[in-house]
Each structure stands twice: as structure tokens, then as C-alpha cells.
């Protein structure tokens, strides 16, 4: 390695640390689970998470999604173009599907799925329930009201000046 890629592996365990500490800090004041996260744009820092969902009672409160919320603040953009995602642990199927709709540059994790579900954090059973038909996953999903329901379809289609994303 060159004196670049050594400072920027430093730089990506620098970065990696500070989602870790955050992970950290989260659990030590009651916040919610282990998991913490930081986005860096051109070197800094500019959204931060740490998981809040028993402290704020929301189940979407991941760390993940509380930095992605504050780095697209930070930019006025609903994508992360250019952003890098370090994150405490390899995300769940929820933030897995946030950050491809951020569309980060890339993703750094810690630890992995597994490492998770051995605290009591398996994400498993979603995946799971992604594979099996609708009449089969454990929270019925019936469709209703299509053809209503079309209609804003139908209007985001004719929309002229929508920002397509």
C-alpha cells in the first residue's frame, strides 16, 4: 500500500469508530439497541444515527435511517450522491432498503448479521417472509381499493413538473 490508500484506510476506521462510539453512547443512555452509524461526504461527518426505537417507540427509528435523515437535511437532497454509510452493523432488511433508495457511494459495516442475532437481533424471519407468497407470511397482506388508488398513480404520471427520483 501508498501513503494514500494507508490514510484512507485510516480514514474509513476513523469514520468506523465514530458509528461504533455512537452505537455505544446510544446504549449507555437508554437510547435503544447497539447500532450506530455515521455518513461523510468530501471527509466530513454529515449525519449521524444511533438506534432510538424503545426510546422514541418507533420501529423505524434505526440508526441507519436517523443518519440518513439528517445527511439529506444536511444537503437538501433526498440522495446521498457521493456519501459514504459506515455503519456499527451490517443493516437490516429495512435499512438495507433505505440506503439503496439514498443511493450512498458505498457501505461499510462492523458487524455482521450474524453477530446480531446472537443478541437477540434476527432480522432472518423478514427475509423469510419476502419469499413466501402474500397469503402465506405471517401478517396477512390483502389488496383492496386498486382502482382508487390508481388514480394518484395515474396523477404522479401526468405530472409535468414532478422530481423524478
Known sequence: MNDHEDDTVSNHSSFMEQAIETAIKGVLSNDGGPFGCVIVKDGKIIGTGNNKVTSTNDPTAHAEIIAIREACK???????????????????????????????????????????????????????????????????????????????????EDKDDKIAY
Open 74 to 156: 444536511h444537503l437538501n437532497s433526498f440522495q446521498l450522491d457521493g456519501c459514504i454509510l459506515y455503519t456499527s452493523c451490517e443493516p437490516c432488511p429495512m435499512c438495507f432498503g433505505a440506503i439503496y433508495w439514498a443511493r450512498p457511494e458505498k457501505v461499510f459495516y462492523a458487524c455482521d448479521k450474524t453477530d446480531a442475532a446472537k443478541i437477540g437481533f434476527d432480522d432472518d424471519f423478514i427475509y423469510k417472509e419476502l419469499d413466501l407468497k402474500l397469503s402465506n407470511r405471517s401478517i396477512p397482506f390483502e389488496q383492496i381499493n386498486k382502482e382508487n388508488a390508481m388514480k394518484a398513480f395515474n396523477a404522479w
